[in-house]
């Protein structure tokens, strides 16, 4: 989640969406609308990682309104699909 919306700041969440590949996490995308930009953040679960558990966070990804971030997310799940992951809203 941004900074600003983890600490209650303004903001509004639009929507997270959460990939699986056989069971297991392998990313979650989450844009909120803080009015003047979109920000989008991403946590990402390594394969391979000697801590499967941690997550290492991406981004934060700033767009100059929602329509540019829901672009930049769309794209990112057409590829984990791709991948074979299965995305589901969260």
């Known amino acids: 989640m941004s900074e600003l919306a983890a ?3 303004p903001g509004r969440e639009l929507y ?10 392998v990313a979650v995308l989450r844009a909120v609308d803080e009015g ?3 920000v989008v953040d991403a946590e990402v679960w390594p394969s391979g990682e000697t801590h499967p ?3 290492v966070r991406a981004g934060p990804y700033l767009f100059p ?7 930049f997310v769309t794209n990112a799940v057409e590829a984990l699909i791709a991948l074979g ?3 589901r809203a969260s």
């Open 85 to 87: 992951c299965d995305v």
């Open 53 to 55: 558990y941690s997550a």
């Open 7 to 9: 600490q209650g700041g």
């Open 36 to 38: 003047h930009r979109c």
């Open 65 to 71: 309104s929602a329509v540019e971030a829901t672009r």
């Open 16 to 25: 997270v969406r959460h990939a699986r590949l056989d069971g297991r996490s």
